[in-house]
């Protein structure tokens, strides 16, 4: 599965996989991400070799701003 939705949210200094998670989850439910979605990017996040690793798949789904 290759989810194309990205959600907006702060991901900015998180250092732990499984904060980030809680906080990118309650974003993507408040966007309307189907539960399946959401437990896709759960199961990638938790199979992650590190948080490095974690937080750069977050940021995969990450929405991105431009700079004003």
Do not use: C
Request: hydrophobic content about 45%; cysteine-free; glycine content about 2%.
């Amino acid at each position: 599965m290759r989810i194309k939705k990205r959600v907006q949210w702060p991901i900015a200094n998180y250092t732990s996989r499984y904060t980030a998670l809680g906080a990118f989850v309650k974003a993507a439910e408040a966007q309307t991400w189907t539960e399946a979605e959401v437990q896709f990017v759960i199961d990638e996040v938790v199979a992650a070799m590190d948080d490095a690793e974690a937080l750069a798949i977050l940021l995969d789904y990450t929405q991105h701003t431009p700079n004003r």
